[in-house]
């Protein structure tokens, strides 16, 4: 096994996508109720964008291995676990730590991929399908014949997102720059321009009762329009603040603010919701449950994929090695799907 070595790709500190770094060692070896994966394809997320900037709201400690989540073939397996489980193709949420050729992780913390799914395939729907069914399903809980505001609704999440909104039967509009409004149009989503038109203005024309939710993605001043755009009964999904990728100062500042304004408007008497959404939430409290949860949802949304619900979008294929041109390609706002990176 440890004939292999390890390769991975390490973030040393606030850098340009140049600044990676590529670390050679062994291949660690599987503790009591661990397995080790051998990757075969992980992907840059929104998440690595933040945390090379020294953004992201949970930051690790530099350096770091990033890569927010993994799909590969189990190689070996620690005392406690199956020794079935080896050669199983399995998808992981990791936070970090995906950027390797052999990544540990927690046997129960592992979700079998179906057979017939590509590992880049899943790739592309395991941080970003679980974010877009959860927020869906869990927190806005659509039901056909409802009407969906998805902002970035090209992006990674938002591309998942208008499909599975779709697939439950709601109208879904969009949000996206102009180049994106046809494969928009072709998906059965109305999309609007963010950078020329009147958000809140052409929304209210496509849906003059308010929508039913929204999914946003931006945080900033934007947040406000969308929590209005809601009819009664409505919900708002925030789930980021990227308007704040590029900014100085505090991380946790626009984070703690969307809170708090979330807090404020659940407090008052308007029959409307608002949520705050991290894919984390639960873990630390109640860790079985949550273990439990994102193997449910993500098995339904590897089933959605294989019933064609969903597409995988893949923008681009990079061996890891190029990991810095990958991140360039991921931040450049130029592709669409997500940039995978394989072993």
Do not use: C
């Amino acid at each position: 096994m440890n004939a292999e070595g390890l390769i991975e790709v390490v973030l040393p500190g606030k850098v340009e996508p140049e600044g990676l770094e590529i670390r050679h060692g062994a291949v660690p070896a599987a503790g009591p109720g661990q397995v080790v994966i051998r990757m075969e394809a992980t992907g840059v997320s929104f998440a690595e964008q933040q945390m090379r900037r020294g953004r992201y709201y949970d930051q690790p400690v530099f350096p770091f291995v990033p890569g927010y989540d993994v799909v590969g073939t189990v190689l070996a397996t620690g005392e406690g676990v199956d020794a079935d489980m080896v050669g199983t193709r399995v998808a992981a949420l990791l936070k970090v730590g995906g950027w390797a050729s052999h990544v540990r992780v927690d046997a129960a913390d592992v979700v079998e991929v179906p057979d017939g799914v590509g590992a880049a395939q899943a790739e592309t729907l395991v941080v970003n399908g679980i974010t877009a069914w959860q927020m869906l399903h869990r927190k806005a809980r659509v039901r056909a014949g409802q009407t969906v505001l998805v902002h970035g609704a090209n992006g990674g999440v938002g591309s998942v997102l208008v499909q599975f909104a779709r697939a439950a039967g709601a109208k879904v509009i969009g949000t996206a720059s102009a180049r994106h409004h046809d494969a928009l149009r072709e998906r059965g989503v109305a999309p609007v321009d963010y950078r020329d038109e009147d958000i809140a203005a052409r929304v209210r024309e496509l849906a003059p009762g308010g929508v039913d939710a929204v999914f946003d993605h931006v945080g900033g001043r934007g947040l406000v329009d969308s929590w209005r755009l809601l009819a009664p009964g409505g919900t708002l999904v925030s789930y980021g603040s990227a308007s704040t990728r590029d900014d100085e100062g505090s991380k946790q500042w626009p984070v703690l603010k969307l809170l708090g304004r979330v807090w404020l408007w659940n407090a008052l008497p308007n029959r409307r919701r608002a949520y705050f959404f991290n894919v984390w939430a639960g873990r630390a409290l109640a860790r079985n449950r949550f273990r439990a949860r994102l193997r449910a949802d993500l098995t339904q949304v590897f089933t959605a994929l294989q019933r064609g619900d969903v597409t995988a979008q893949i923008a681009a294929q990079l061996p890891l090695g190029r990991a810095a041109e990958a991140l360039r390609l991921a931040e450049s706002g130029t592709v669409v799907g997500k940039v995978v990176l394989n072993p």
